[in-house]
């Protein structure tokens, strides 16, 4: 029996996964592969007017409204507070229990070794700090450890765009629209707290039309929807006919632990979303 290829997506906070891999991860949910979100925080901090509380259980139902479009199936968010993530013993040993959970093939999680948001970098350093027991039984033996270790990829937020490596580029094009709808689905977000954040002005844009939404997250996250030049190049060592037709990618970076892999198989495995063993 074969099993189909099983993805986690490991970020800070409910938004994230849907925002760097929403096009890769429904081109995966297509073709037949498993895909998970996994946020280690709750949100609750995201926002200037509305509170913890309220906060944190607007932020779940965005983000599950945003896997319906996407096809991933499960989307699970720690109860940690925004703001306060450490890679300690116990963000470590649940975090190990959701991979093992979801028998994941690749782990995908944000850079741990640049400026930013502390809680990304937190995100990207726990999932480094884990990768080595997610195989070994003797570590958190209350969930079964998974037979080997899974590859581990790394993805870009505006602090990492500096120093990541594009050496593996999904063309998202056919899958655009459900990527936009997804981060659409998260109001509080895109059209509050990042508005805020930014000092702009726009008080109707989450009352307005569908193509008015979706021109506005396509201007103004241009960096994480459209491909680059350097992301074209990528690609094209790739698959030389793909970019001649690719106006949206996303990136992801080979991390340096987790099995060891190539770009040529992680291309061909994000793609295809083929069972890792056919």
Same mark, same amino acid.
């Given at each position: 029996?074969? &099993?189909?290829?099983?993805?986690?997506?490991?970020?800070? *906070?409910?938004?994230?996964?849907?925002? &760097?891999?929403?096009?890769?991860?429904?081109?995966?949910?297509?073709?037949?592969?498993?895909?998970? @979100?996994?946020?280690?925080? !709750?949100?609750?901090?995201?926002?200037?007017?509305?509170?913890?509380?309220?906060?944190?259980?607007?932020?779940?139902?965005?983000?599950?409204?945003?896997? %319906? *479009?996407?096809?991933?199936?499960?989307?699970?968010?720690?109860?940690?507070?925004?703001?306060?993530?450490? /890679?300690?013993?116990?963000?470590?040993?649940?975090?190990?229990? +959701?991979?093992?959970?979801?028998?994941?093939?690749?782990?995908?999680?944000?850079?741990?070794?640049? /400026?930013? *948001?502390?809680?990304?970098?937190?995100?990207?350093?726990?999932?480094?700090?884990?990768?080595?027991?997610?195989? !070994?039984?003797?570590?958190?033996?209350?969930?079964?450890?998974?037979?080997?270790?899974?590859?581990?990829?790394?993805?870009?937020? *505006?602090?990492?765009?500096?120093?990541?490596?594009?050496?593996?580029?999904?063309?998202?094009? /056919?899958?655009?629209?459900?990527?936009?709808?997804?981060?659409?689905?998260?109001? +509080?977000?895109?059209?509050?707290?990042?508005? @805020?954040?930014?000092?702009?002005? !726009?008080?109707?844009?989450?009352? +307005?039309?569908?193509?008015?939404? %979706?021109?506005?997250?396509?201007?103004?996250?241009?960096?994480?929807? @459209?491909?680059?030049?350097?992301?074209?190049?990528?690609?094209?060592?790739?698959?030389?006919?793909?970019?001649?037709?690719? %106006?949206?990618?996303? +990136?992801?970076?080979?991390?340096?632990?987790?099995?060891?892999?190539?770009?040529?198989?992680? @291309?061909?495995?994000?793609?295809?979303?083929?069972?890792?063993?056919?």
């Amino acid at each position: 029996m074969s &099993y189909p290829l099983k993805v986690i997506v490991v970020v800070a *906070h409910p938004d994230e996964a849907e925002l &760097y891999t929403g096009g890769t991860t429904a081109r995966l949910a297509g073709a037949g592969a498993a895909v998970k @979100y996994l946020s280690l925080t !709750n949100g609750d901090a995201g926002h200037h007017q509305v509170s913890r509380k309220p906060l944190r259980r607007r932020r779940a139902n965005e983000a599950y409204a945003a896997a %319906r *479009h996407l096809g991933v199936l499960d989307y699970e968010i720690l109860d940690i507070h925004d703001g306060g993530l450490m /890679p300690d013993a116990a963000l470590r040993k649940a975090l190990i229990a +959701s991979v093992r959970r979801w028998q994941a093939d690749i782990v995908i999680t944000f850079h741990d070794d640049c /400026p930013g *948001h502390t809680d990304n970098r937190m995100a990207g350093r726990a999932v480094r700090e884990a990768a080595g027991f997610f195989a !070994n039984a003797n570590v958190a033996p209350g969930t079964p450890a998974l037979a080997r270790a899974p590859i581990c990829l790394k993805i870009t937020d *505006h602090w990492a765009i500096g120093t990541h490596r594009h050496d593996v580029v999904i063309g998202v094009d /056919p899958f655009i629209e459900q990527k936009v709808k997804a981060c659409d689905e998260h109001a +509080s977000q895109f059209y509050e707290f990042a508005l @805020y954040e930014r000092g702009m002005r !726009n008080d109707t844009i989450a009352t +307005s039309t569908w193509e008015e939404r %979706r021109a506005f997250i396509l201007k103004n996250w241009a960096e994480f929807m @459209y491909a680059s030049p350097d992301m074209l190049a990528g690609l094209t060592a790739l698959n030389a006919r793909e970019p001649e037709t690719t %106006r949206f990618a996303e +990136s992801f970076q080979l991390a340096d632990y987790g099995r060891e892999t190539t770009a040529a198989e992680v @291309y061909d495995l994000l793609c295809t979303g083929r069972p890792i063993d056919a």
